[in-house]
């Protein structure tokens, strides 16, 4: 479905120049092709000698960077910013710079921070960084270092905005460059073997006590005696233990905000699993993350075209408020299409079989690139 003139239709919105507009179509085709971040793979589903092909992508990547362009996907109506870490592996990178050991301390790897707006169950990337245990040693820097790096490129873009992060984020140091930078803020607690302290005004500590199948609110609390912060559980029947978020919104908005962050998990696993993003091979670091750029931006075609394919097919779903909603608001949840909900859109277009008319086909693609036309209109950030 998404044939070479598809994607020119995408890509001449991304490129400024004409010939940059068809060397950019022929990649991001043929990434969506190869299903694979592997230069030769990429040069091989490409028109033309694969070895001309393989040249014509290194000669493209020195002379465009892929992670400005990728900052224009930034969805200015977005809610709230998602960032997550994942693993990329790297298992036969022996030599690689910028490669060094997973959380495992044995599998190779690097570390790879996405950001991204949410989008329809899934998340629109629009900015990242990279980073190991090796560059992190070597640059004389710590992890946090990085993580606020992120932010900090991505400030001016975050407005009010809240900022929506998993455990590994629940740290101090993070906090207060939040909070000083006025940067709102969404994170789960990591209740571990060690868990932080929570005081009160008074510096008395707080204990945490949650029942299963409710919910539990402790606002204005000192987090480690320094940052205030609202702090909301929830206690899913079934589940083992609940789920505990601090924030500096009002509680139950910060809770119903990070129960959407299961959609950037859901981007990862489309990435990984259909675009094998964490097979990406390049030896230097700043061609792997060009080359990263670049797959994030053929995702974001597929899903945009998938998100529209889904619907041509199976029906717009009803509207519905989530599960959760029943604990936290008294809002019934009511059915939605299972077949909607079955597959992604990027999917759809890259696996399965569809059999639609050509009128279909144009009115799905009209649809995708006048979403994708407004989502660009605005400047190009280069603060990358």
Do not use: C
């Amino acid at each position: 479905m998404l044939k070479y003139n598809a994607v020119r239709q995408f890509a001449q919105y991304l490129f400024d120049e004409q010939h940059l507009v068809r060397q950019g179509t022929q990649i991001l085709h043929a990434i969506l092709k190869a299903r694979s971040p592997r230069l030769s793979e990429i040069a091989q589903q490409m028109s033309g000698k694969a070895a001309s092909n393989y040249k014509q992508l290194q000669r493209f990547l020195g002379r465009v960077d892929p992670r400005a362009i990728l900052l224009r996907l930034f969805q200015e109506e977005a809610e709230f910013v998602l960032g997550d870490p994942t693993e990329m592996p790297r298992p036969q990178a022996q030599r690689t710079a910028y490669v060094g050991t997973l959380k495992d301390g044995k599998t190779k790897g690097f570390w790879l921070l996405l950001l991204a707006t949410p989008f329809r169950g899934r998340a629109l990337p629009f900015s990242f960084v990279t980073y190991s245990s090796r560059t992190i040693t070597e640059a004389k820097q710590s992890r946090n270092l990085y993580h606020r790096h992120a932010f900090e490129n991505i400030k001016e873009l975050l407005g009010d905005r809240p900022l929506v992060l998993d455990r590994e984020f629940s740290y101090l140091e993070l906090l207060k460059s939040l909070v000083a930078e006025k940067v709102h803020f969404v994170i789960r607690l990591n209740l571990g073997s060690q868990p932080p302290t929570f005081t009160t005004d008074e510096g008395e500590r707080i204990q945490f006590y949650i029942a299963p199948g409710h919910t539990a609110i402790y606002r204005q609390v000192f987090y480690k005696g320094e940052v205030l912060v609202n702090v909301i559980g929830l206690w899913r029947e079934g589940l083992s233990e609940p789920l505990w978020v601090m924030t500096d919104l009002e509680p139950q908005q910060g809770l119903v905000i990070y129960l959407s962050r299961m959609k950037i998990e859901e981007t990862f696993r489309d990435l990984k699993h259909l675009l094998h993003l964490d097979t990406v091979m390049n030896k230097q670091q700043t061609a792997m993350e060009k080359m990263v750029a670049l797959v994030l931006l053929a995702f974001s075609i597929g899903l945009v075209v998938g998100e529209e394919t889904r619907d041509e097919l199976y029906g717009v779903p009803t509207e519905q408020a989530p599960v959760d909603a029943q604990l936290i608001a008294g809002k019934p949840a009511r059915a939605q299409s299972r077949k909607w909900r079955l597959y992604s859109g990027l999917f759809i277009v890259l696996k399965q079989k569809v059999e639609l008319s050509p009128q279909q086909i144009q009115q799905i693609l009209r649809a995708a690139i006048a979403y994708f036309v407004d989502l660009l209109r605005y400047p190009v950030r280069t603060h990358v």
